[in-house]
């Protein structure tokens, strides 16, 4: 069965610092993986999604997340943190249906 | 493109009221829609993955009785928390995909309903 794991409960970076969210997987078969984000009392937005046409993916608002076979990882990062960056966000496996990790609360510090 | 509109975002019941729920996806047909459910700082938990002109698939320990879907055209699907409950209070949020038969084909989100049952 696929499933990902977010190490992580919660990070505090302080503005203008990386992010880096953890997001480990495992799946039988090369998986299909995505990052998206939640503000508070909204849906999700996607931020990113593994194609396998490329290792490193890029996605909006400045994040990106590399695919790491060997370590089975897909971890978020940004380079410089914004306020506004300040969300819940969740890595997610498709098999035959979508699959959450348990989501990482990211807190920006000014 | 790919926007899901749900409707509404929040809703306050009393105890033994039914209340629908409805996801539209206003830009592109959705023949697989699916239900969420999210509990306050917690992760989302698939409710049921609901089936244009078929039955929904609910996921283990869902009651269909209580959380009736309805998926009767390519652009909306229901759900109806029927006889709710103080404890059926909770964010309730439906996606669909543009194309789920493709294996990267990303979920789209609607905003979510907060339901408060009192």
């Known amino acids: 069965a696929q499933s990902v794991t977010q190490l992580g409960s919660h990070v505090s970076v302080s503005e203008g610092a990386l992010v880096l969210l953890r997001c480990n997987y495992s799946?039988?078969?090369?998986?299909?993986l995505f990052w998206y984000v939640q503000y508070p009392n909204q849906g999700l937005q996607l931020l990113l999604k593994?194609?396998?046409?490329?290792?490193l993916v890029k996605g909006i608002n400045g994040f990106e997340a590399e695919f790491k076979k060997s370590e089975t990882s897909f971890h978020l990062t940004k380079p410089s943190a914004h306020m506004s960056d300040a969300a819940e966000y969740f890595c997610a496996v498709r098999g035959g249906k979508l699959i959450f990790g348990q989501g990482t609360e990211l807190s920006v510090k000014p | 493109g790919a926007v899901v509109s749900q409707h509404p975002s929040w809703v306050i019941c009393k105890s033994g009221t039914s209340v629908k729920i409805e996801c539209r996806s206003l830009d592109f047909q959705a023949t697989t829609m699916f239900w969420y459910r999210q509990f306050p700082k917690q992760s989302l938990m698939l409710m049921a993955t609901?089936?244009?002109?078929?039955?929904?698939t609910y996921e283990q320990g869902v009651e269909k009785d209580k959380f009736l879907i309805n998926h009767a055209s390519l652009t909306l699907s229901t759900l109806t928390v029927t006889s709710a409950h103080p404890e059926d209070s909770s964010f309730y949020i439906c996606?669909?995909?543009?194309?789920w038969g493709q294996g990267n084909s990303p979920l789209h989100f609607g905003n979510g309903t907060r339901l408060t049952v009192t």
């Open positions: 609901s089936n244009e002109g078929s039955k929904a």
């Open positions: 996606s669909a995909s543009v194309e």
């Open positions: 593994y194609t396998s046409a490329a290792t």
């Open positions: 799946s039988s078969v090369p998986p299909y």
